[in-house]
């Protein structure tokens, strides 16, 4: 089933209306090694974590070098188990976050890239910088040594209502192309998960993160 899976989202994802390669990154909580291994055989390049136990169990059973992202929360006291394994920090949500990545960025002598979250959708309940802060954090983050500030990362609310959720994913297109203006290392917006991700490619995401889509539903007690 992974494998049909995998197959079948590459070759449904493919550019969005710009013009752009998506991005699919296999979100990868829970799952097993054995699982991400058939994921990555069948074509993914790229796997994201939410959790930093779960990424440090299973590095190094995880075969096929893929791009290694990290996209939950993150504390700031876990940030030392990730410098130099992660190819994207994904859920900067807040200044504390880039500083710690910054000053262990500096001290093991390695440039980090990561995305700022913006809470798109206001909600209480996710982490994020909001819109209207956005190029403020941006300027704020990118301006931190050993931090490099690759593009944007978003939740959308959880709703099936398309005119709640097309505004606001144009609005974090229309954000990514002002700070794509002034940075050329502005490349990714990353967003869209299972259950939006076309949406989202058709307002503009060029990354998405896909977990149920690839592995099917999520068994809480399979993980490791």
Not at 34 to 54: C, F, K, L, S, Y
Not at 86 to 91: D, R
Not at 115 to 141: M, P, R, S
Request: glycine share 8%; with cysteine.
């Amino acid at each position: 089933m992974i494998e049909e899976n995998v197959k079948k989202l590459l070759g449904e994802i493919g550019e969005n209306p710009f013009g752009e390669k998506v991005t699919l990154v296999a979100a990868v909580k829970t799952q097993t090694a054995e699982n991400i291994n058939r994921a990555i055989a069948a074509g993914i390049t790229d796997i994201g974590d939410n959790h930093v136990q779960e990424f440090r169990d299973k590095y190094d059973a995880v075969r096929g070098d893929p791009r290694r992202h990290f996209i939950g929360h993150l504390q700031t006291n876990k940030v030392k188990y990730l410098i130099g394994r992660t190819y994207l920090y994904q859920s900067v949500d807040r200044p504390e976050l880039a500083e710690e990545i910054s000053k262990r960025s500096e001290r093991a002598g390695v440039v980090s890239d990561c995305l700022i979250q913006i809470n798109i959708g206001n909600e209480e309940t996710k982490g994020g910088f909001e819109f209207d802060d956005g190029v403020a954090a941006y300027e704020k983050i990118s301006a931190m040594p050993a931090l490099r500030v690759k593009g944007l990362m978003a939740m959308l609310p959880f709703t099936d209502d398309e005119a709640i959720l097309r505004p606001l994913a144009k609005k974090m297109r229309e954000l990514f192309e002002r700070l794509r203006e002034r940075d050329d290392n502005i490349e990714h917006l990353s967003m869209g998960m299972s259950g939006d991700w076309k949406l989202c490619v058709e307002c503009g995401s060029n990354m998405v993160r896909l977990g149920t889509s690839v592995f099917g539903p999520r068994h809480y007690d399979a993980a490791p």
